[in-house]
C-alpha cells in the first residue's frame, strides 16, 4: 500500500527532494530533466518525489505551494530548504549537497 505524501517525509531514512509541478508549466518542463538527474546521481541518498499539483491539490495546499515549479528538501519530515521557479542543475546539486552534509 503506498504511503502518503507526509508519512514518506516523516519517516524517510533520506532527505526527501520535491518537485511540486503541473503538466501545463512551461518551466516545470525545463527543470524536469534537472530533477530527474539528481534522483539518478543521488540514488541511494536522496528520495526525489514529484507531486503534479492538479492531481495533488491537497498536498499542494498543506505547503502553500503558489506557483510551480516549487522545489523543497524535507529531513527528518521538516522543510530545510524551499525555492519557486526554475534553476540551473548546478545550483540545484549544491542544495542537494548541503542537505547531505556534503
Not at 500500500?1 to 503538466?23: G, H, I
Not at 491539490?57 to 528538501?73: D, E, F, H, N, S
Amino acid at each position: 500500500m503506498p504511503q502518503s505524501f507526509e508519512e514518506l517525509v516523516q519517516n524517510s531514512p533520506l532527505p526527501v527532494f520535491v518537485d511540486f509541478w503541473a503538466e501545463w508549466c512551461g518551466p516545470c518542463q525545463v527543470v524536469a530533466p534537472s530533477v530527474k538527474k539528481l534522483a539518478e546521481e543521488f540514488s541511494g541518498q536522496l528520495t526525489v518525489v514529484k507531486i503534479d499539483i492538479d492531481e495533488q491539490p491537497g498536498v499542494a495546499g498543506r505547503y502553500k505551494i503558489q506557483g510551480v515549479p516549487t522545489l523543497m528538501i524535507f529531513r527528518g519530515g521538516e522543510v530545510i530548504w524551499r525555492t519557486a521557479g526554475a534553476m540551473p542543475y548546478a545550483q540545484l546539486k549544491a542544495e542537494v549537497l548541503k542537505a547531505l552534509g556534503s
